[in-house]
């Protein structure tokens, strides 16, 4: 027995380092990906910043919709346009949750030029957010991490929404997302 999970340890340990030296072949071009090198990080509409291939786990906190419009799972087209080729991109519902989510200005903690009405960050992935909807305007810090230089980044609330927002796995120029943060339901429609 101690045989065995000393073997199945070591093999957990070395598979997550395999992992870990996959993923950062990027260095500073964001992550680029999986299997193919040539393949970009997208860029979004908001500033050509880049968002990972991963969007990963929803923020710690954030309530699941009880009854979305479009349950996990579900296929449909996204109308959003934060990013190249996601205009009329098919996608896949992943999840779907009832929070406040918000479009903001900011500039990314490793310089660069303002980003304006970036879409979307939700109430749980700003810092000390407190219970209530925040005002237009309102002075926040960025607990999200999108794309590089957004984590800590201070922001300011360009609008919100209280619609039920998705994450989704979608393909675009040949390339997967997957757990795309965020796209609202009013960004999304039936797949036809």
């Known amino acids: 027995m101690r045989k065995r999970l000393t073997t199945t340890i070591a093999a957990g340990v070395l598979g997550g380092a395999l992992l870990l030296s996959g993923c950062s072949t990027g260095g500073d071009q964001g992550h680029q990906g999986h299997g193919s090198s040539s393949a970009s990080t997208p860029a979004s509409s ?3 910043m880049e968002h990972p291939m991963d969007g990963g786990p929803a923020p710690a906190g954030i309530e699941k919709a009880t009854s979305p ?3 996990v799972d579900t296929e449909v087209t996204l109308t959003a346009d934060h990013m190249e080729g996601m205009d009329g991109a098919k996608a896949t519902i992943v999840g779907a949750y009832d929070t406040y989510t918000y479009a903001v200005n900011f500039t990314p903690t490793t310089g660069g030029e303002p980003v304006k009405d970036h879409k979307w960050v939700v109430h749980e992935e700003i810092k000390d957010a407190g219970d209530q909807r ?3 305007g309102t002075e926040v810090t960025l607990d999200a991490e999108h794309m ?3 984590k800590g980044a201070k922001a300011t609330i360009d609008s919100s929404t209280d619609e039920t927002v998705y994450m989704v796995d979608y393909k675009a120029d040949g390339m ?6 965020w796209v609202v339901e009013s960004e999304i429609q039936p797949a036809s």
């Open 148 to 150: 590089k230089g957004m």
């Open 69 to 71: 419009k479009y349950p």
């Open 134 to 136: 925040l005002a237009d």
């Open 46 to 48: 908001d500033g050509g």
């Open 176 to 181: 997967t997302m997957t757990n795309h943060k």
